[in-house]
């Protein structure tokens, strides 16, 4: 069975820092690109970033670029999200996503992530 | 404001017909493969249609996707109170380099 844990998620004060991770099971992480989409509370989903299979390629929303980075470790399974400089704008649930626009699409149960003072 | 284009709302008894379109352009749907998700009240988003007009096992054939230029829709037929939920549409574009999203529609079983 397909599984995405999500963890990491809390409180953090603007400026802070938080870093996401997504333990993967039940398929064989290594040949799936990877996302981090997330969902302010009570509006629509917002794509965050990707990562190739072997982490060589990232693409990120111009809102988080050179603030968040996407990383993954196939060996334990498992994907990361590093947020820095973090803005009140950035509160929202945080799901990691399998293959988001393909046959796989898979995602997980998502974390919450508040900024606030 | 969403590159992809959803109407906010769609509503129909139950037993009848809703689809939802999703209009993009040259360089998001226009070019690359459309997905739906739905998300029911309180949960995470779920797979429903992929590559256009693909669903996955589980989903039932009520379900329906189609594309046509820079255009997507999603059909339900049959609509149960069960439906009642968030859809999105999504696609790569590949001009900003970033996977994108319908601002959503919500669908309500009167």
């Known amino acids: 069975e397909v599984q995405l844990m999500e963890s990491g998620g809390g409180l953090v004060q603007p400026g802070g820092s938080l870093r996401l991770s997504c333990a993967a099971s039940?398929?064989?992480?290594?040949?799936?690109?990877m996302h981090w989409v997330r969902q302010a509370p009570g509006e629509g989903l917002e794509w965050v970033a990707n990562?190739?299979?072997?982490?060589?390629?990232?693409y990120y929303v111009d809102s988080v670029k050179g603030r968040f980075t996407i990383s993954r470790d196939n060996a334990k399974n498992s994907l990361y999200l590093q947020m820095d400089s973090l803005r009140y704008e950035d509160t929202a649930i945080y799901y990691c996503?399998?293959?988001?626009?393909?046959?796989?699409?898979?995602w997980g149960q998502g974390t919450l992530v508040t900024v606030s003072s | 404001q969403s590159v992809l284009t959803q109407p906010p709302s769609v509503s129909a008894a139950p037993g009848q017909k809703v689809t939802i379109s999703c209009s993009g352009h040259?360089?998001?749907?226009?070019?690359?493969?459309v997905s739906w998700f739905q998300q029911l009240p309180g949960t995470a988003p779920k797979l429903l249609i992929s590559?256009?007009?693909k669903r996955p096992s589980g989903i039932p054939d009520r379900f329906s996707g189609s594309k046509s230029g820079t255009s997507a829709t999603l059909g339900i037929t049959g609509l149960q109170t069960g439906d009642e939920a968030d859809y999105y549409c999504?696609?790569?574009?590949?001009?900003?380099?970033?996977?994108?999203f319908g601002s959503g529609t919500k669908v309500t079983v009167l």
């Open positions: 996503v399998r293959e988001i626009g393909g046959s796989g699409a898979y």
């Open positions: 039940g398929f064989t992480f290594s040949t799936y690109w």
């Open positions: 990562i190739k299979q072997d982490g060589t390629t990232k």
């Open positions: 040259s360089s998001n749907i226009g070019n690359n493969y």
């Open positions: 590559d256009n007009n």
């Open positions: 999504g696609t790569w574009d590949s001009s900003l380099s970033a996977y994108v």
